[in-house]
């Protein structure tokens, strides 16, 4: 599996979307399974992700540091056999990334 984390919401970020459908598309043509993983549900967005799986860390709009955003993301693919995670965000860091 290889995971794609993007911070999107109502105001910002389709593009940061529309950027990783593409990849991910590419992605599942060399039958990799790709999952989406998102803030909390955006309803906005919601034509741009109808066909991806999507993994929210919140139902509702939260605001994590990059600490806790990262460890979130690592309980939620704790149990999952994970190639790689892809970053797309301007607001998570390398400190992100390090975690």
């Given amino acids: 599996m290889i995971a794609i984390r993007t911070k999107v919401s109502a105001d910002i970020g389709i593009g940061h979307i529309v950027r990783m459908q593409h990849l991910s598309k590419e992605l599942q043509f060399l039958d990799k399974n790709v999952v989406f993983i998102l803030d909390y ?44 995670i892809v970053l797309d965000s301007y607001e998570l860091s390398i400190e992100w990334e390090n975690i």
């Fill in 41 to 84: 549900p955006v309803y906005k967005i919601s034509p741009y992700i109808k066909d991806a799986n999507v993994i929210y860390l919140s139902d509702k709009k939260m605001n994590y540091s990059q600490e806790e955003d990262a460890k979130n993301v690592i309980n939620l693919l704790k149990n999952k056999s994970v190639e790689m």
